[in-house]
């Protein structure tokens, strides 16, 4: 999409020149997605009542299996250095880590967190906190998504993503590499190396852990986005929580990534110091495999370069 074929100018686009439309559609229920996730919750319920009999090593590594992209926080350091031979290993190590987590695929999922800065808390906002918390939590994974947000979905310029090898391998592979990282791995391990049963394997480290780190990950697009104080700034919606930062590990890396957009207009184009010293502050808050796997995709693909900012993310 060429920012010079737009009718507005680079500063407003970035106080939003989109206008919400007056009307509201009809809610279509995505029936599919509502049964699957009724299902995943009440195994998770299940593997909860199986915490009692599970055994240390296999509670350990459901945390460890829940927080895969812990080891990757060198990548949110790495600024533009494409050349490092360390680039490629973390990409890779990014693409296994999503895997894990069951959150759609890389080019997907930075895709959705784009359009989610830009038009937040607007329809064209997927999981637009202004619908209510349960939309903003699950909701909208639940319903037919709003034409603007498809609409708008489009004209996100994805190039960079596009000729990443590592991204779109991911992307063809997603299925098989989902239900192998995900499901398998998790709950064939403690059966394997230390007798655990499939059978807890399958509820605790399986759907228990991944049903923690779905609603960790939501609640910052809900709770974060509600309640809290807003100690970077008061004119931006998202929230300094406790208990999400608790929880999720990552709210202040999305604080932030709403501070750059506001503050980017006053750079000029050498914003790779910047965004190592915003993942240097984020050190700590970014433990969880929603942050690594692809906010630090979307933080350097997206945001490293003044113009590809300006031009992809706001366009």
Same mark, same amino acid.
């Given at each position: 999409?060429?920012?010079?074929?737009?009718?507005?100018?680079?500063?407003?686009?970035?106080?939003?020149?989109?206008?919400?439309?007056?009307?509201?559609?009809?809610?279509?229920?995505?029936?599919?997605?509502?049964?699957?996730?009724?299902?995943?919750?009440? @195994?998770?319920?299940?593997?909860?009542?199986?915490?009692?009999? *599970?055994? !240390?090593?296999?509670?350990?590594?459901?945390?460890?299996? @829940?927080?895969?992209?812990? &080891?990757? /926080?060198?990548?949110?350091?790495?600024?533009?250095?494409?050349?490092?031979?360390?680039?490629? #290993? &973390?990409?890779?190590?990014?693409?296994?880590?999503?895997?894990?987590?069951?959150?759609?695929?890389?080019?997907?999922?930075? #895709?959705?967190?784009?359009?989610?800065?830009?038009?937040? &808390?607007?329809?064209?906002? !997927?999981?637009?906190?202004?619908?209510?918390?349960?939309?903003?939590?699950?909701?909208?994974?639940?319903?037919?998504?709003?034409?603007? &947000?498809?609409?708008?979905?489009?004209?996100?310029?994805?190039?960079?993503?596009?000729?990443?090898?590592?991204?779109?391998?991911?992307?063809?592979?997603?299925?098989?590499?989902?239900?192998?990282?995900?499901?398998? /791995?998790? *709950?064939?391990? !403690?059966?394997?190396?230390?007798?655990?049963?499939?059978?807890?394997?399958?509820?605790?480290? @399986?759907?228990?852990?991944?049903?923690?780190?779905?609603?960790? *990950?939501?609640?910052?697009?809900?709770?974060?986005?509600?309640? @809290?104080? #807003?100690?970077?700034?008061?004119?931006?919606?998202? #929230?300094?929580?406790?208990?999400?930062?608790?929880?999720?590990?990552?709210?202040?890396?999305?604080?932030?990534?709403?501070?750059?957009?506001?503050?980017?207009?006053?750079?000029?184009?050498?914003?790779?110091?910047?965004?190592?010293?915003?993942?240097?502050?984020?050190?700590?808050?970014?433990?969880?495999?929603?942050?690594?796997? /692809?906010?630090?995709?979307?933080?350097?693909?997206?945001?490293?370069?003044?113009?590809?900012?300006?031009?992809?993310?706001?366009?």
């Amino acid at each position: 999409y060429d920012a010079r074929t737009d009718s507005s100018t680079v500063d407003d686009a970035i106080y939003f020149t989109y206008k919400e439309k007056p009307w509201k559609l009809p809610t279509v229920l995505r029936w599919r997605n509502i049964i699957v996730f009724i299902l995943l919750h009440l @195994g998770a319920l299940y593997g909860l009542i199986l915490i009692s009999s *599970t055994s !240390p090593s296999t509670l350990a590594w459901s945390e460890y299996s @829940g927080n895969p992209g812990a &080891c990757l /926080v060198v990548r949110l350091h790495m600024g533009k250095m494409e050349a490092d031979p360390l680039y490629l #290993r &973390c990409d890779i190590l990014h693409a296994f880590s999503l895997s894990m987590c069951m959150q759609k695929n890389i080019y997907e999922w930075v #895709r959705d967190h784009c359009l989610h800065h830009k038009y937040v &808390c607007t329809d064209a906002d !997927p999981h637009n906190a202004s619908r209510g918390f349960f939309f903003s939590h699950i909701g909208w994974l639940l319903v037919q998504e709003h034409p603007d &947000c498809a609409e708008k979905k489009q004209k996100l310029s994805l190039s960079d993503l596009t000729t990443d090898k590592v991204v779109m391998f991911q992307k063809r592979h997603y299925v098989v590499s989902m239900l192998v990282l995900w499901f398998l /791995v998790p *709950t064939l391990v !403690p059966w394997y190396f230390w007798g655990e049963s499939l059978v807890v394997g399958c509820f605790v480290p @399986g759907l228990l852990r991944h049903v923690a780190v779905l609603n960790a *990950t939501w609640l910052v697009n809900s709770v974060a986005q509600m309640w @809290g104080n #807003r100690p970077y700034d008061k004119n931006i919606n998202p #929230r300094e929580n406790k208990f999400v930062s608790f929880s999720a590990l990552n709210i202040q890396m999305c604080v932030i990534i709403f501070l750059f957009i506001y503050f980017s207009r006053f750079l000029n184009g050498k914003t790779s110091v910047l965004s190592i010293k915003l993942s240097f502050t984020c050190f700590n808050q970014c433990l969880s495999p929603y942050c690594f796997s /692809v906010m630090s995709y979307h933080h350097h693909h997206q945001i490293s370069s003044l113009s590809l900012f300006k031009n992809d993310l706001l366009h």
